[in-house]
């Protein structure tokens, strides 16, 4: 969950960097309707306790601004309205596809559920930014899953997989650099599907090449989570040969087992995912990898989940999303045999261990580096990979030189090159 700081309209994100960026532009729009003592609650169905925890936000939210209207959309009240339209503390519920304009936060609207059928939204998506820690700005290009694997509401809070034309996402680019951040994120819900919902639209690696063609002043662009499975060869050719587009993928993998694969209706094997690590770190040798991985799903043994748990070193994974797993209400993995609530949760720890003890082989293999990295606010920076650094002394939002001096198990500690007097920053 992100909270912006406290203003006339609070908005509270719960979940992905999608919801995020559609925060901001909910902002604009409840502004552009006059609004002020307006708190927008954002929530995430992929977890039972994300839902949870928006709901009991939502009360407290409530008590300790009591004047303050509260109007909750995102992804929970897609596929559950009822929840949230039992709960006294909300003013208005907003379906996805209704969120983003400033005629669902007028004052006089009258509605208070105004949630639609999502797979009736066709229209592209426009080009959403956002920003995080006033150093990198987010793109929403794409939203909407066409694949149903058997334990995601998602498709069912996005809709159908829609992509931003190409023009619109160069345009919001050029703005980002004009505005002058050195990084920009490309995200979506399933962002490897970008362009197949149009014929002759471009790939993800045919736009990501376009954005870098057209923004040459742009110092990085990183993409957000990716399907190994939808790489296309130009994806593939775009992470080989151009070196602004950051080295670091976050894959849905999800498990290791090639049955809880199958179970899942994930579209890749074990062999598939494992591959495809060996033929990026081939061409791009400094690529690291994060993962979202799901312990404990329905039916799997310990064979299984000694398979996923596996493929931490099998893929060379460094950064792990961790999720036991929770059975969402009408999914087919919840009417699944389930596991013991204590299986679920002693393997999730275990593949937590895993994760903790590959970062750490990470950042110890950083000590006595030089590395550029992109400073935050509160003394933080990130390299090249997505590696998090804990910087001093140069302002947040530059690309600064650094020397790797050591690390605590989470974070690397790293000092500035001091050039001619000063701290060396990048052009």
Known sequence: MSAAPRSKIE????????????????????????????????????????????????????RQSPDCEIIVTGCAVQTAPQHFAAMPEVARLLGNAEKLTAEAFAPDRGLRVDVGDIFAASAPPPALGGVEDHTRAFLAIQTGCDHRCT????????????STPADAVIAAVQNCVAQGFQEIVLTGVDLTAYGRDSDGRPGLGRLAKAILQAAPSLARLRLSSIDCIEADEDLLDAIATEPRLMPHLHLSLQ????MILKRMKRRHSRADAVRFCAEIRKVRPDVVFGADLIAGFPTETEAMFAETLALVADCGLTHLHVFPFSPRPGTPAARMPQLPADVIAARAKLLRHAGAAALKRHLDAQIGRSLTVLTERGGTARAADFTKARVGGVPAGRLAEVIVTGHDGTMLTAQPFVAAGRIAEMA
């Open 151 to 162: 334990f995601c509401l998602i498709p069912y809070g996005r809709g159908a997989s829609r």
């Open 11 to 62: 908005i509270v994100n719960f979940g992905c960097r999608l919801n995020l960026v559609e925060g901001e532009a909910m902002r604009r729009a409840a502004e552009a309707a006059g609004r002020d003592k307006l708190i927008i609650v954002n929530t995430c169905a992929v977890t039972a306790e994300a839902a949870r925890q928006a709901r009991q936000t939502i009360r407290r939210l409530k």
């Open 255 to 258: 498990a290791g087992s090639d």
